[in-house]
DNA sequence: TTGGAATGTCAACAAGGCTGACATAAACTG
DNA sequence: CAGTTTATGTCAGCCTTGTTGACATTCCAA
């Protein structure tokens, strides 16, 4: 793995990165978002839903009472995709859409008990993953990853992120 | 961002991870893969490709010679799913597929110079957005990153990834 | 020679993106 | 108050990319 971390402890000094190294990366993405996405995709197909419901249960679970909005500009998607998927999650009874207090155009979204007992299942597998690959890699290696991480966002997705509650 | 390592340095030991740190950790997946993927998204549609595409031509450069099986396995997906990307991309001469020697039931596919200069373009925005995290990240982190995406990866898949050629 | 493997192809379907157009209600602005 | 903007929802249609099932071809290997 050839850490070459330059002279100094501190610094950005120069990091040399050859165009392998840097596809390897690549690749490790691409397999290691397919390990993460796979354990909630087989409890979504049960259930006959995407991986577009769980990203609209996550995020409400994490933002209660969020708007419409403030959710479109999180996923990224349009507000037709993302009110195809909201349908379908009210109507089922996992999800809450309540008419805001001051301003009355907007909708705050909840989980019900059931929209969170699904999310907390969704979850779960999820964070064992984590959890397992955190362990498995050891506490330096978890601050690395969420500092890659984090400087691979668009700045706009990095502002949300930090927003959002940080529990540790 | 309170990085709670727990008690000494080395070590593997307990490593207390609440489930908020976890959701952290999913977030910060969703967030960074999609920063990881819009550069070469628009590339594409420029071109009227889409990701699939992509994900054929990196591992056809990455493999030259490789079996539509290999690639099966490699991406995961379907031989329809991928016969129709395959397809398109050599009905426009950036693939091309010769009949094995041995085997003459398999096709081994590489790619054309078309070919190789789309994925030179592609690839190239994507490794400049990974060469600029890992420089902001520091070679410490980029070391861990590849650990914990490591240990998140399904065991087939991470079999698949260490086979990939290593180019440090 | 026959079975099975590797590949290709056709058809149909679904999820989940997208655009564009339009409706409604509420809030804001002058 | 009139007009505009904002927040949301909805309809229709299109595209990519995944799926399954069925079937043809080719050819290695027993």
Redesign the interface.
Same mark, same amino acid.
């Given at each position: 793995?050839?850490?070459?971390? /330059?002279p100094g402890a501190g /610094? *950005?000094s120069l990091?040399y +990165?050859?165009?392998?190294? +840097?596809? @390897?990366?690549? *690749?490790?993405?691409?397999? %290691?978002?397919?390990?993460?996405t %796979?354990d909630p995709d087989r409890i979504l197909a049960e259930n006959g839903y995407g991986r577009a419901h769980h &990203?609209a249960l996550?995020f409400i679970r =994490?933002c209660p009472g969020t708007t419409v909005n403030n959710l479109l500009d999180i996923l990224?998607v349009t507000k037709q995709s993302l009110n195809r998927v909201l349908r379908t999650l009210i109507e089922d009874g996992l999800v809450e859409s309540r008419v805001g207090n001051r301003d009355k155009r907007e909708r705050h979204l909840y989980l019900t008990d059931k929209g969170a007992e699904l999310e907390t299942r969704l979850?779960e597998v999820? =964070?064992e &993953?984590?959890?397992? %690959?955190? =362990?498995?890699? /050891?506490? *330096?290696?978890?601050?690395?990853?969420?500092?890659?991480?984090?400087?691979?966002?668009?700045p706009q997705?990095?502002a949300?992120?930090n927003r +959002? @509650? *940080?529990? /540790?």
């Open positions: 793995m050839t850490d070459h971390a /330059g /610094g *950005e990091l +990165l050859t165009d392998e190294q +840097l596809r @390897k990366g690549i *690749e490790a993405m691409f397999f %290691a978002y397919r390990g993460f %796979a &990203r996550h =994490r990224g979850s999820q =964070r &993953r984590m959890r397992a %690959a955190y =362990r498995a890699a /050891g506490p *330096e290696a978890v601050a690395g990853f969420r500092k890659v991480l984090e400087a691979m966002m668009d997705l990095r949300h992120f +959002l @509650k *940080e529990g /540790g």
